[in-house]
C-alpha cells in the first residue's frame, strides 16, 4: 500500500516552454501533497505544501507564478513549471500524506529544460 | 526551528562490516525523526521512524536507528553491509507544524565495497 506515482518520469522542453508534472496516491487518499526539488548530489527541499481543495502554501524564494502547483483531488496533485528555463532543469520528487500520517514518496521527475 | 545534520557527506564500509550513518537533531518539543534511502534517480524509500517508545527503532532492509535524546542523535545501523546498500541516505524531522512538512538533512552517501 501507499504508492505515489508521478509522471512523467523524465521531460525535455525548450527553454520558454511549460511543463506540467503529475503527482497521484494510488492507493489512499492524499489530504496534502509536497512538492520537493533536488539538484545534483543535494537534499531535497521543500517547494511547496499542497491541501486538496486550497491554494498551495509556497516555501520562501519559491516564484508562485512560475511553479503552479494544483491538488483538484486526494488523489493528484499538479506542479506546472511555467516558461521554462535552463536553470528549472532538476529533479521533481512528490510526496503525499494522509492527514498527519508519514509521507510517501514518488519515484521523481527529471526535467531537462534545452 | 526544527533541523537535522549528518555530519559526513560519505561513508566507505566493506561488505560484511557493520555501518552508521551519523545524524543529529535540533527540534523544539517531540522529535519526531526518519530515515530514507534514495537510489539514483529515484524518489525516496522509507526506511524507518522514531516517534516515541524504544529508542531502538527496527526498520526496512535490516536497518535499526538508536534515538539517544542526550547526544540529540539518531544514527542509522545496519549489522552486516550488503553491497546492493550503496545508495545516499537521509535522516529527516517532522516539522512541529500541522502539515507535518520534513525538513531533511543534507544526506550521506554510503558506499559498500566487495
Known amino acids: 500500500g501507499a504508492v505515489v506515482s508521478q509522471h512523467p518520469s523524465w521531460v525535455i522542453c525548450k527553454s520558454g516552454t511549460s511543463v506540467k508534472i503529475e503527482c497521484r496516491s494510488l492507493?489512499?487518499?492524499?489530504?496534502?501533497m509536497f512538492w520537493y526539488r533536488q539538484f545534483p548530489k543535494q537534499s531535497l527541499m521543500l517547494m511547496a505544501t499542497?491541501?486538496?481543495?486550497?491554494?498551495?502554501?509556497?516555501e520562501q524564494g519559491v516564484e508562485k507564478d512560475k511553479f503552479l502547483i494544483n491538488h483538484a483531488s486526494l488523489t493528484l496533485s499538479t506542479l506546472t513549471v511555467t516558461s521554462a528555463h535552463p536553470e528549472d532543469s532538476s529533479f521533481y520528487i512528490c510526496?503525499?500524506?494522509?492527514?498527519?500520517?508519514?509521507?510517501?514518496f514518488g519515484p521523481g521527475t527529471r526535467l531537462t529544460v534545452t | 526551528a526544527q533541523s537535522v545534520a549528518q555530519p559526513e557527506d560519505q561513508v566507505n564500509v566493506a561488505e560484511g562490516n557493520p555501518l552508521t550513518v551519523k545524524c543529529t537533531y535540533s527540534?523544539?518539543?517531540?522529535?519526531?525523526l526518519f530515515w530514507y534511502v534514495q537510489y539514483p534517480n529515484r524518489g525516496l524509500q522509507f526506511l524507518l521512524k522514531?516517534?516515541?517508545?524504544?529508542?531502538l527503532v527496527k526498520g526496512s532492509y535490516g536497518f535499526e536507528a538508536e534515538f539517544n535524546k542526550s547526544q540529540t542523535s539518531f544514527h542509522l545501523k545496519k549489522p552486516s553491509a550488503l553491497v546492493s546498500d550503496s545508495a545516499l541516505y537521509f535522516c529527516?524531522?517532522?516539522?512541529?507544524?500541522?502539515?507535518?512538512?520534513?525538513?531533511f538533512g543534507t544526506g550521506t552517501l554510503l558506499a559498500v565495497q566487495p
Open positions: 510526496s503525499a500524506s494522509s492527514l498527519a500520517d508519514e509521507q510517501y
Open positions: 492507493d489512499f487518499q492524499a489530504t496534502t
Open positions: 499542497s491541501n486538496e481543495g486550497s491554494k498551495a502554501t509556497y
Open positions: 527540534v523544539s518539543g517531540n522529535p519526531y
Open positions: 522514531y516517534i516515541t517508545g524504544d529508542n
Open positions: 529527516a524531522v517532522r516539522d512541529g507544524g500541522a502539515t507535518n512538512k520534513l525538513i
